[in-house]
C-alpha cells in the first residue's frame, strides 16, 4: 500500500510547477484526475513533452471546457468527492471559470485547496 492511496486529487493545472505535485501524488498512489481544456490543452504537451509525459505518469486525465457551465458543473461533481483540489490558475482565470476556493468548498467544505504559480498570484 502507498502512502496516499485512497486519496482523490483535481488536478486543474498547467505548465510544470503545480502538475509536478499532482506527479508526486500519483506516484505516491494518489487518484489523480489532470483536467485539461478541450480546447486548450495543457501547452507542456507541446513545449516539453517528457517533461509533460513525467509529471502525467499514474493520473487519469479529461478534457472539460470550464468557460461552460456544463464544463464547471462536471468539475463541481468531480470536487465534491474529492480530498484535494490542485490549481495553477492566477486569481481572474480562477474567478471567470468558476474554479476559485469559494467555489469549489461550497460543493465539498472539507477539500485541501492548494494553488500555486510561477508567475505570482
Request: overall charge positive; proline content about 7%; cysteine-free.
Amino acid at each position: 500500500m502507498k502512502i496516499l492511496q485512497g486519496i482523490k486529487v483535481l488536478d486543474v493545472t498547467a505548465y510544470a510547477f503545480v502538475p509536478s505535485a499532482g506527479g508526486v501524488m500519483a506516484h505516491w498512489g494518489a487518484d489523480v484526475i489532470k483536467v485539461e481544456s478541450p480546447k486548450a490543452p495543457d501547452p507542456m504537451r507541446f513545449i516539453n513533452v517528457p517533461t509533460f509525459r513525467h509529471y502525467s505518469r499514474g493520473k487519469r486525465s479529461i478534457a472539460i471546457n470550464l468557460a461552460s457551465d456544463e464544463g464547471r458543473e462536471l468539475v463541481y461533481q468531480l470536487a465534491a468527492d474529492a480530498d484535494v483540489f490542485l490549481t495553477s490558475y492566477l486569481a481572474p482565470t480562477r474567478r471567470k471559470r468558476g474554479i476559485d476556493v469559494e467555489d469549489i468548498r461550497k460543493v465539498n467544505p472539507n477539500i485541501i485547496y492548494a494553488r500555486g504559480s510561477g508567475h505570482g498570484p
